[in-house]
């Protein structure tokens, strides 16, 4: 690995392979807090994107979607241990064959659990495209 | 019969070691070693994650609970599988954009880093360590069932001696690698045990769950008995053990180091995202399936007949033989010591590297590395020490020791101590370091004493429930929560932007670099 980035740097950061809690630079420049320590970038960027009206619009958009998604498979989820252990006999009822009903709700809560990942994931995506439209407009 | 077992078991241990001699050319660098260069695709890391985490309990020990309890033994399974939402929605993202080789790298961004870390890595290595040594002694167990004529003691020995041997010579790599060849072989294992149980019932669901029904075996008076398998209560009888289980599985998943550094090793967030759907794919299909070689296992065999061929554990080899003679007997305990063996590896290379990377060079050199590569030389000999006293603690404690409440301690301090310093960091401004310290010591003290004080411990317990989740979860949310309203740190307020920035976008998060 060292002999390869010797030869072709992609950046000015040594890579002696000492810890740095920053990441090396890219070829698009640095990252914005190594450019404020190395003295050009004000040591206000961060905040500025954090100020910036699309990055509160992105952090929102984000609470919305995660803090419901997680109460409500929070509440499926114990809702089963809950019923099974304290409304046995309503969970024994038998809905096809000998298939009961705690047997169903248990196996619903893998689908439950898939749906949820697939809804997660294309809602992420737009999230992505948000970040990544607002990495571009300040590492310029 | 046993040699059968042993060779298919010596062909996974010769592939697992080819691939670990040519993980070792490439394991140079800290980021080779302990994040392999942070460029294993989307569904190498699913399948690895899947590798890391179903363990020989979710193999063997929920096969066995389902075949003597029933519909019990389920519910672990379904806890096991819904806990992925939480480290997809909340976690595996903003780790990733944030973080670098450790969990506590999240938390030491804006805190004060050596207090923050000195405590990160104590319960990485408590949680890691308990739960490795839960392993080996199953392992051990296991092994004596397994192959007539391997000691306890050598059977230790030998899956000490491998994953140390994978850790300090192959990595991340090495360890990523030895997951998802575990993984697929537990897959495919389980997929063919299943299509051979509903073989037996003509494929039909109907006669399948109309035999699980009516499972005879004999009762504690020694008279038969026949119960309904898919009746809940068999096991658990207060209705508090099974919610308290739940919570420590649900929240404690997302507070696991093992799981949680499998993030770093992926180019970017996007990428950990695909991770834990190709992972959600695979654990829950397992866990489905153990529907049918868990209640098949009862109803073919029933508790009786498995009683007298090794117990619980034995379960899910018993139904193999029983369906497809010593060979796919030999191949299903095969696939139970590579479930341990990738288990216990990463283990031992989270432990390693929250060493290395939070104690040695972050808590005790001030982050700086005094000589090029000894981040890596020191996780290398930390994975050899960890390993040792691995072993010898396993040999010590013997193969009668309680492996449950090992596992239970291990979910439950990631659960109460982890998570809720995970989630303040990410998500709280207001959060500072003496909350952190405070959530941490709250949530591990009072794990490890609820234990020490439950049944699994005491003949009169002090606290009632098996598992602590119930009362240490929002114990360490509390210590966490009040030690950071009742100090202010305006540096950690400061920094909370950029961490939010970074979290939220990736921007500055590490990259993947060449090999």
């Given at each position: 690995m060292a002999s390869d980035d010797r030869k072709f740097?992609?950046?000015?950061?040594?890579?002696?392979?000492?810890?740095?809690?920053v990441a090396p630079l890219s070829p698009m420049g640095s990252p914005l807090h190594e450019r404020s320590a190395a003295g050009?970038?004000?040591?206000?960027t961060w905040e500025r994107i954090a100020g910036a009206d699309e990055f509160k619009a992105l952090l929102k958009a984000k609470r919305r979607f995660i803090i419901p998604a997680t109460i409500f498979f929070i509440l499926y989820y114990f809702a089963l241990p809950y019923l099974v252990g304290y409304h046995t006999a309503f969970m024994?009822?038998?809905?096809?064959?000998?298939?009961n009903l705690a047997y169903l709700f248990a196996l619903s809560q893998f689908f439950m659990a898939w749906v949820l990942a697939a809804i997660y994931v294309a809602v992420a995506a737009g999230w992505d495209r948000r970040a990544a439209g607002l990495i571009k407009r300040f590492e310029r | 019969m046993g040699n059968t077992a042993l060779w298919m078991f010596l062909g996974f241990v010769a592939m697992t070691l080819v691939i670990t001699y040519f993980s070792a050319k490439k394991s140079t660098g800290s980021s080779a070693y302990f994040?392999?260069?942070?460029?294993?695709t989307g569904w190498q890391n699913g399948l690895a994650v899947a590798g890391d985490y179903m363990s020989a309990a979710s193999f063997l020990g929920i096969a066995g609970m389902i075949a003597f309890n029933g519909y019990d033994g389920f519910m672990y399974s379904v806890g096991f599988l819904v806990a992925y939402l939480t480290v997809l929605i909340i976690v595996a993202e903003p780790l990733r954009n944030a973080g670098?080789?450790?969990?506590?790298d999240v938390l030491a961004y804006r805190l004060k880093p050596r207090p923050v870390r000195a405590m990160a890595s104590l319960s990485t290595l408590t949680v890691s360590i308990f739960y490795m040594i839960a392993q080996m002694v199953g392992a051990g167990t296991l092994v004596r069932q397994l192959l007539p004529g391997v000691s306890y003691e050598m059977a230790v020995i030998g899956v000490g001696v491998l994953m140390v041997v994978y850790v300090v010579f192959g990595g991340m790599l090495a360890t990523t690698w030895v997951q998802i060849i575990k993984a697929v072989l537990l897959m495919s294992g389980s997929f063919f045990l299943s299509i051979l149980v509903m073989s037996k019932f003509n494929f039909s669901l109907g006669n399948f769950f109309q035999a699980v029904s009516a499972v005879t075996f004999t009762g504690a008076d020694g008279v038969p008995v026949t119960r309904?398998?898919?009746?809940?209560?068999l096991l658990f009888k207060n209705p508090l053990d099974q919610i308290s289980l739940g919570l420590a599985l649900v929240f404690g998943t997302a507070g696991l180091p093992h799981i949680l550094i499998?993030?770093?090793?992926?180019?970017?967030a996007k990428t950990a995202r695909t991770s834990v759907v190709w992972a959600m794919i695979l654990i829950g299909l397992f866990y489905i399936m153990t529907t049918f070689f868990g209640f098949g296992a009862a109803s073919l065999l029933g508790p009786d007949h498995l009683k007298l061929h090794?117990?619980?554990?034995?379960a899910a080899p018993e139904l193999a033989r029983f369906l497809g003679g010593e060979v796919f007997f030999a191949f299903i305990s095969a696939v139970a010591f590579a479930t341990i063996l990738a288990v216990v590896a990463g283990l031992t290379i989270s432990a390693s590297t929250s060493f290395a990377?939070?104690?040695?060079?972050?808590?005790?050199?001030?982050?700086?590395?005094?000589?090029?590569?000894e981040e890596v030389r020191v996780a290398r000999i930390t994975a050899f020490v960890v390993g040792a006293a691995a072993i010898v603690i396993a040999i010590v404690l013997g193969?009668?020791?309680?492996?449950a409440f090992l596992v239970g301690l291990a979910f439950a301090v990631a659960a109460s101590a982890n998570l809720p310093v995970i989630v303040f960091s990410l998500?709280?401004?207001?959060?500072?370091t003496t909350g952190a310290v405070c959530g941490l010591a709250v949530g591990l003290l009072s794990s490890i004493v609820l234990i020490l004080i439950s049944p699994d411990f005491m003949?009169?317990?002090?606290?009632?429930?098996?598992?602590p989740g119930i009362v240490s979860i929002p114990l360490g949310f509390l210590g966490a929560f009040l030690g950071a309203l009742f100090t202010r740190e305006p540096e950690a307020e400061a920094k909370y932007a950029e961490l939010s920035v970074r979290a939220n976008t990736g921007l500055g998060a590490e990259k993947a670099t060449a090999e």
């Open positions: 740097p992609r950046g000015p950061t040594p890579q002696d392979d000492a810890p740095k809690d050009g970038v004000d040591v206000s024994q009822r038998k809905v096809w064959g000998e298939m | 994040a392999a260069n942070r460029r294993i670098k080789y450790t969990m506590a309904n398998f898919l009746t809940p209560g499998r993030f770093y090793t992926v180019p970017d090794g117990g619980t554990n034995m990377h939070d104690f040695f060079t972050n808590v005790i050199h001030h982050g700086k590395e005094h000589r090029p590569g193969p009668a020791v309680n492996v998500f709280w401004k207001r959060f500072n003949k009169q317990p002090l606290f009632p429930l098996k598992n």
